[in-house]
């Protein structure tokens, strides 16, 4: 490949990263077939690939993307009966004779902020809420998303095709919500995108591309509602975990905050995540993404384990438990009241935890005890809690580690 | 779109048509129905144990007692509505008293 060639190659995969979602957004904006929609998003990226070596990269690919797919939308609906009744009634299309050359003066709406709310409906299934975010806004393939979710790709390909139909037949309505529903549905899409960050993050080699599309995801929801201080936060928690993830394992054995590098976290990462916090608390309206995102960026802003502000986060873990109530977060609360006021302390909430037995099964109660006791001396009773961990853990990185914590009694 | 909702609840109140009808929640749902122009038709139905199932497996006709399937909430009314989308009629549904201590399902009408 020449050079001109590569650089017009980058510019279609810039685009695709950019613009697919948009594109895509705005034709079932103007068609409402999701079909239509991608396979003419589809076709706009092949003519891109065919066109720019020879015109050029256009001054505003995103609107030369936008027309192009429109038209091929156009053309498809004019060569049937039904399509050419559907065009009549999409006066806005039929309306469109110019062709992409025109484009770059014209002001495309961003339609994004639908196609999210839309497909992170509460009427859809939550799986397909996440499968379809990715296919529709990302451009992610349904292979890619299938592999993503360890699912074989004709279950991913049913669970698109099922999702498209509810919308079209239970009349799911292709809009942002209005101010009533709002803060429900925002927690709804909130939901979603973590899920695909944690997903990405969980896992090891390959599946990393789903933290940056998640990331990715997150940037646009906060440009698109920048008055709105849970995306942000959910941006800052995502961007501070992100920054440490080069540093949770090593040699494939899980290595906890204490021994992590701190050396190795990504600062620029860390840095923004930060800044986008307090962009976020700047609104003055709480929110669980950014109580969690506040915890993140203690830890990452602090220079080693022991001078970690635990104070400040046991205060936090409590504030996310009246936010969002979970054994999880109480857990996580121990630990840290455990490091601010001692192991009795944190012993104390772990022990009206495991009274409670809703955490029975997690792993990570009897290796949290196990934590404490040691720390507080108790070597037999703290390699029973280990022995008991390793027998619930999930992972063959955890397992390694608990081997390891069993090994160092 | 119109969308048949489906009233149900497990059948332990089984409010009276009169305590129906003075039922605060009840009137606001009707009140709701009206501002909105949304109500085709609907009905109340009497209890599953009035219920009678008819199936028909190799060409005979096999009548059973009761509800097809033996499932905590029932039946028990349906309301034919006509709105502007799905989230309307969530909207709608959501006001009506069975709502609250049973469910209502929302089915969109084949059309």
Redesign the interface.
Known sequence: MTEPDDAVRAAVDAAYRDEWGQVVATLIGLTRDWDLAEDCAQDAFAAALATWPRDGVPSRPGAWLTTTARNRATDRLRRDAAGRAKLRELAVLAREPAGPASAATEDIPDERLRLIFTCC?P?LPFEARVALTLRTLTGLTTAEIARAFLAAEPTMAQRLVRAKRKIA?????YRV?PAD?LPQRLNAVLAVLYLIFNQGYDEQDGRRALTAEAIHLARVLVRLMPREPEPRGLLALMLLTEARRATRTDDGVLVTLEHQDRSRWGRALIDEGVAVLDEALALRRGGPYQVQAAIAACHATAPDFASTDWPQIAALYAELGRLAPSPVVELNRAVAVAMSDGVTAGLAVVDELAAAGDLDGYHLLPATRADLLRRDGRVAEARAEYEQALRLAPSEAERRYLVGRLEAL | MKYMLLICDDETRMPSMAQMEADPVHQAWQADLQRRDAERFGMRLRPVADATTVRVRDGETLVSDGPFAETKDVVGGVVMIECADLDEAIAIAAGHPYAHWGSVEIRPVWE
């Open positions: 409906h009427a037949e239970a009349g799911i309505p919500p529903l």
